[in-house]
């Protein structure tokens, strides 16, 4: 069973940056694609961002192409995500996800395992 752990949400004001970490643990890391998700209150959680196991390839939302970068260290067993001039529509719990192939896409179905979520609030 994989455990996801999300970290290093907070509050930021408009135009700053932060970066959110998602620690797996349970299983084998670099066999698993990953995403980030995030839902906002009274709205469905929505695709951010995918990457492949290997790292070679990721996918983006339109909504964060270009000020927010997915990343993953397979001998860290950790995901990142950096998030640059954040904006109050930004504002949302966060979600890592993890899927049982080499790449997966922006579906919320296509998901096998999930964390708790850390929340990022960005103020105007």
């Known amino acids: 069973q994989v455990q996801l752990v999300e970290s290093g949400g907070g509050l930021v004001q408009a135009g700053g940056s932060l970066r959110l970490s998602c620690a797996a643990s349970?299983?084998?890391?670099?066999?698993?694609?990953m995403a980030w998700f995030r839902q906002a209150p009274g709205k469905e959680r929505e695709f951010v961002q995918s990457?492949?196991?290997?790292?070679?390839?990721?996918n983006s939302a339109d909504s964060v192409k270009g000020r927010f970068t997915i990343s993953r260290d397979n001998a860290k067993n950790t995901l990142y995500l950096q998030m640059n001039r954040l904006k109050p529509e930004d504002t949302a719990v966060y979600y890592c996800?993890?899927?049982?192939?080499?790449?997966?896409?922006?579906?919320?179905?296509?998901?096998?395992?999930w964390g708790q979520g850390t929340q990022v609030t960005v103020s105007s």
């Open positions: 996800a993890a899927a049982r192939k080499s790449y997966s896409g922006p579906g919320v179905y296509e998901y096998d395992y």
């Open positions: 349970g299983g084998t890391f670099s066999r698993f694609a």
């Open positions: 990457i492949s196991w290997s790292g070679s390839s990721t």
